[in-house]
């Protein structure tokens, strides 16, 4: 295992138990409980491919592709999270599928994403690439709740993204979804 | 598959622009998108493809149609106006009378035309999301009896087969969630997955009633201790298994239930699976049922108590 630069902020957590070490693309160390760490699974596999022996020793973990100011935000989410979820079995992909749409964003994620839109993006690609499904999930989810909410002219706005569609295409496909936003019968009326 | 936000160009504002160094710096995985998309509505789905070439590739993904999400309208129509309620027995009597109203038929054929464009043969999860009608801001109980009425007997149609133009689209349906979700105040509602892949050789229409008896909010409560009761003695139910899904539930208000099996006939359905309401209203549940409600009660956060204490007020 490689070692990152250690000379910079740790946190310290109080639970007992192992330690596993990360440092973060700035190369800022951080101590994590190992329930915390290995809510990653990036984390998770390489612990268990080193046989869980780093946590006696100075290695550290590093995670280069997650900056510091996000890492702390995701430790916020993990710490959370490993003291209050239980442990779920692995579910079929249908059932994944249905218990995605039963859920809501808790109330306690709600407040931990209500951030500004470019934070939410950064923290869903570091959950990304940590492979933190649920994080991940819930990055998502408000995402899609934001992109339900503006018309097609503003999300190009906000996301910059140049419409490369001709006249006569976007002409075609407006036509094609029409239908999606008709009116629906009113009460009262018999058509 | 290209990354769809890869190509943007810059925008204008500001939180546009740190957007897009994100994206093109961080190449946004295809997967992330594919997981947006798959948070979205079908038809807002279909809106989004508008934005650009690459948003409608991947839009129109063989992956997103396996599972279709529409909101439906669900118009309380055809009822008295002036009613108002006064005892169960009443409700089910005005039900009776209220029968077909023409507005339901036409906004049955609307809602059947908008899930005929939705509905692929890959489909295998039919979520249909009930959205009370804006219109009306004072809804009776019985307006709401009916409209889930309406909604339940969607779906029956929908898995019939008989309306000509869904003949055979829908035929990979495997799960219909009656997701009697979103009320205008954001409160939610009880709602209810069936499960029918396993009966497919047996026609729909002769093992189900429409489940009509949990939207009617005011009895909820005991109708969610009627679900917990289910629980705790599932042996009382042999022919017709309820779990929770998922498992645990972040807000117990939304109890959802999937029904997994149906019995074979009308009566049989009538006696063993769907409790209604109007006659649950009658007898007090058991004492171990009331005494599970208020342990969960006690287990919700304050925000939940709020949301149930408006719930019981609606």
């Known amino acids: 295992m490689s070692t990152a630069a250690s000379s910079s902020t740790s946190e310290t957590i109080a639970e007992p138990g192992l330690k596993i070490k990360v440092s973060t693309k700035e190369g800022e160390v951080f101590e994590l409980d190992e329930k915390v760490a290995k809510m990653s699974q990036v984390i998770r596999g390489i612990l268990e491919d080193l046989g869980e022996q780093n946590g006696g020793d100075d290695s550290v973990l590093p995670l280069t592709q997650v900056e510091t100011r996000i890492f702390r935000k995701i430790l916020v989410w993990l710490k959370y999270h490993a003291g209050h979820d239980k442990e779920e079995a692995p579910k079929a992909e249908e059932d994944e599928i249905i218990a995605r749409f039963c859920e809501e964003i808790p109330e306690w994620d709600q407040k931990f994403l209500n951030v500004d839109q470019a934070v939410i993006l950064e923290i869903m690609l570091a959950a990304d690439y940590l492979d933190i499904k649920k994080l991940r999930g819930l990055c998502c989810k408000t995402v899609a709740n934001i992109l339900k909410t503006k018309t097609v002219e503003q999300i190009r706005e906000m996301y910059g993204i140049e419409n490369d569609f001709t006249p006569e295409e976007e002409e075609e496909i407006r036509k094609q979804t029409a239908w999606c936003e008709d009116e629906p019968p009113r009460q009262g009326s018999n058509h | ?314």
């Open chain 2, 1 to 314: 598959m290209e990354t769809p936000l890869a190509q943007n160009s810059l925008p204008d504002n500001h939180l546009g622009r740190h957007l897009a160094r994100l994206f093109s710096l961080s190449d946004l995985p295809e997967e992330i998108m594919y997981e947006i998309f798959f948070e979205v509505e079908s038809t807002h789905q279909r809106r989004l493809s508008r934005v650009s070439k690459s948003w409608q590739k991947a839009l129109s993904s063989t992956r997103l149609q396996k599972v279709v999400r529409l909101d439906i309208l669900a118009s309380p129509a055809g009822v008295h106006a002036e009613f108002e309620f006064t005892s169960f027995p009443d409700v089910r009597e005005q039900m009776r009378e209220a029968g077909e109203p023409s507005v339901f038929y036409y906004h049955a054929i609307y809602e059947l035309n908008r899930l005929y464009k939705l509905l692929t043969v890959r489909t295998t999860v039919l979520q249909l999301n009930w959205k009370e009608w804006p219109h009306i801001k004072d809804c009776n109980i019985l307006d709401v009896a009916l409209a889930w009425s309406f909604h339940t007997t969607l779906a029956r149609i929908i898995k019939r087969k008989t309306f000509p133009p869904l003949a055979g689209v829908g035929v990979n349906v495997r799960h219909i969630l009656l997701h009697n979700a979103w009320a205008l105040d954001g409160v939610h509602n009880l709602h209810t997955v069936t499960k029918t892949r396993e009966r497919a050789n047996v026609p729909w229409t002769d093992y189900t009633r429409p489940i009509r008896t949990l939207v009617l909010r005011q009895c909820r409560f005991a109708v969610a201790g009627r679900f917990v009761s289910f629980f705790a003695q599932p042996g009382k139910y042999q022919d017709c298994q309820f779990r929770l899904v998922p498992a645990e539930c972040s807000s117990w208000v939304r109890i959802p239930l999937l029904i997994l099996d149906f019995t074979t006939t009308e009566e049989e359905t009538n006696e063993r699976t769907l409790v209604s309401a109007v006659d649950l209203h009658y007898e007090r549940p058991p004492d171990t049922v009331l005494e599970t409600l208020a342990a969960k009660v006690e287990a919700l956060s304050e925000a939940a108590k709020e949301r149930w204490r408006m719930e019981l007020i609606r």
